[in-house]
């Protein structure tokens, strides 16, 4: 497990809906001590993500205390969306897709591979090398002026011929077989616990909610009914469920107990 994606999970579990502000270090340790990351690794992730404008530091004494960003705060609300609204499971597809075509200059690498990252993140497949597709009305105008690039991408909403085998296009454009992988993986993990020791709670959960926010932030939610009838997502995402269930309680008892905090006062904004 990374331990940056182990720390937006505990951040997001215990910090961004409770109002606090900032996280004493020493209980960040301790929090991530229970998932199995030790301490140097904990205290070098931590400078990275304030030098990636992510956390913000605050000294009170001889003591570091971390707090979220505004940056920081978007991910994370983000990934609530997804691990408890979205799901993994795509059963509501209307039909719809969203196309984007670009083209940019030969020597704009950096702004290419900035944008196919993007594209990927957002649930997109290359159909062809300058036109990404992705089920549903995706909101990708956003995503395209912030890259500084509207003016070489069109974006287009439409549906497919019935000419076209969406099934067959499915696999041709995405990597089914890795997606999928992930979901079966994660199902032969945690499928059996907690009849294979029950743990700490507080860290089986936030290691079960870090591999699966991984695991759903790459998969592009294609739609159930093109996919394989044994599609593992499924199966994975009840796992995922019924562990979260059951440490939710103990999990926030254990947080509670010890973590030192500063309270964010009413009304007070985080730092871009």
């Given at each position: 497990m990374r331990p940056q994606s182990l720390l937006f999970a505990f951040f997001g579990s215990y910090v961004l809906e409770e109002?606090?502000?900032?996280v004493y270090s020493g209980s960040i340790i301790d929090v991530l001590a229970r998932t199995g990351v030790g301490e140097p690794a904990v205290r070098s992730t931590l400078t990275r993500m304030v030098n990636r404008g992510l956390l913000e530091r605050q000294r009170q004494g001889r003591r570091m205390h971390f707090g979220l960003t505004a940056q920081a705060e978007q991910i994370l609300?983000?990934?609530?969306?997804r691990l408890w609204q979205t799901g993994a499971v795509n059963d509501d597809w209307d039909g719809t897709w969203t196309l984007l075509g670009f083209s940019l200059p030969e020597s704009w690498q950096r702004q290419r591979h900035d944008l196919r990252s993007r594209l990927t993140w957002s649930g997109f497949g290359a159909l062809?090398?300058?036109?990404?597709?992705?089920p549903g009305d995706v909101d990708a105008s956003s995503l395209v002026s912030e890259l500084g690039l509207a003016a070489h991408v069109k974006i287009f909403h439409a549906?497919?011929?019935?000419a076209t085998d969406i099934g067959l296009m499915i696999r041709d454009t995405w990597d089914l077989g890795g997606v999928g992988a992930r979901y079966a993986d994660f199902d032969e993990r945690w499928s059996t616990w907690p009849a294979t020791g029950c743990g700490d709670p507080l860290g089986i959960r936030l290691r079960v909610i870090s591999e699966w926010l991984d695991i759903i932030r790459t998969d592009p939610r294609l739609p159930a009914r093109h996919l394989p009838s044994d599609w593992p997502a499924r199966a994975a995402q009840e796992t995922f469920h019924r562990i979260a269930r059951q440490t939710e309680a103990p999990a926030r008892r254990t947080a509670i107990e010890f973590l030192e905090t500063t309270r964010r006062p009413p009304g007070a904004a985080v730092t871009a």
């Open positions: 109002g606090l502000g900032h609300w983000d990934g609530k969306r062809y090398s300058g036109l990404w597709i992705a549906t497919a011929d019935d």
